[in-house]
Antibody, heavy 120, light 113 residues
Framework: EVQLLESGGGLVQPGGSLRLSCAAS????????MNWVRQAPGKGLEWISL????????YYADSVKGRFTISRDNSKNTLYLQMNSLRAEDSAVYSC?????????????WGQGTMVTVSS | DIVMTQSPDSLAVSLGERATINCKSS????????????LAWYQQKPGQPPKLLIY???TRESGVPDRFSGSGSGTDFTLTISSLQAEDVAIYFC?????????FGQGTELEIK
């Protein structure tokens, strides 16, 4: 069974940092692109970032570019999101999502998410 | 960025009746290389992550009931639930994956009338 389990969320002050992790199981992690998507409480979905299977290329939403870094460790089947210079508007549930084998934007499987709250 | 606009924002349909949700993109999602539209539909129930229902505008994800269907091309797309069941109460989102940044519609809340 394909599973994605996020961790690392919590309460952080504005300007602070957090690193989120997404542990993958049930599939060959190194063969698939991976995405991060966030959802503020009661709001819609916002795509944040994509990393291709090899990790050689990454893509970001303008709202996080220069502050967030996506990475992956294929030997550990784990996806990461390093979040720096956090703002109140970054408060949301952050979910990782496994992409389609042939197209990185088709999000077949999502994790349950981890909550990030940015507040003083 | 490609803007995705759904209509209506909310919808109430009787059990067994048809539900139709529309999604419009600010530019064409049709890939000339494969003649497919880069449009997906997701269902989100309270407290759960989104679930992929439809991709390439009309391809049903494995395990999704056949009462769910997607149609449309270019900039105008539709998700249809042919006979609404109680378990279909959820928020539905469309998403374009034609280009990054991938973008979602604002969501349509589907309820039972």
């Amino acid at each position: 069974e394909v599973q994605l389990l996020e961790s690392g969320g919590g309460l952080v002050q504005p300007g602070g940092s957090l690193r989120l992790s997404c542990a993958a199981s049930g599939f060959t992690f190194s063969n698939y692109g991976m995405n991060w998507v966030r959802q503020a409480p009661g709001k819609g979905l916002e795509w944040i970032s994509l990393i291709i299977p090899s990790g050689a290329s990454t893509y970001y939403a303008d709202s996080v570019k220069g502050r967030f870094t996506i990475s992956r460790d294929n030997s550990k089947n784990t996806l990461y999101l390093q979040m720096n210079s956090l703002r109140a508007e970054d408060s949301a549930v952050y979910s990782c999502a496994k992409a389609d084998y042939g197209d990185y934007g088709i999000l077949h499987i999502w994790g349950q998410g981890t909550m990030v709250t940015v507040s003083s | 960025d490609i803007v995705m606009t759904q209509s209506p924002d909310s919808l109430a349909v009787s059990l067994g009746e048809r539900a139709t949700i529309n999604c419009k993109s600010s530019q064409s999602l049709l890939y000339s290389s494969n003649n497919k539209n880069s449009l997906a539909w997701y269902q989100q129930k309270p407290g759960q992550p989104p679930k992929l229902l439809i991709y390439w505008a009309s391809t049903r994800e494995s395990g999704v009931p056949d009462r769910f269907s997607g149609s449309g091309s270019g900039t105008d797309f539709t998700l249809t639930i042919s006979s609404l069941q109680a378990e279909d109460v959820a928020i539905y989102f469309c998403q374009q994956y034609y280009t990054t940044p991938y973008t979602f519609g604002q969501g349509t809340e589907l309820e039972i009338k």
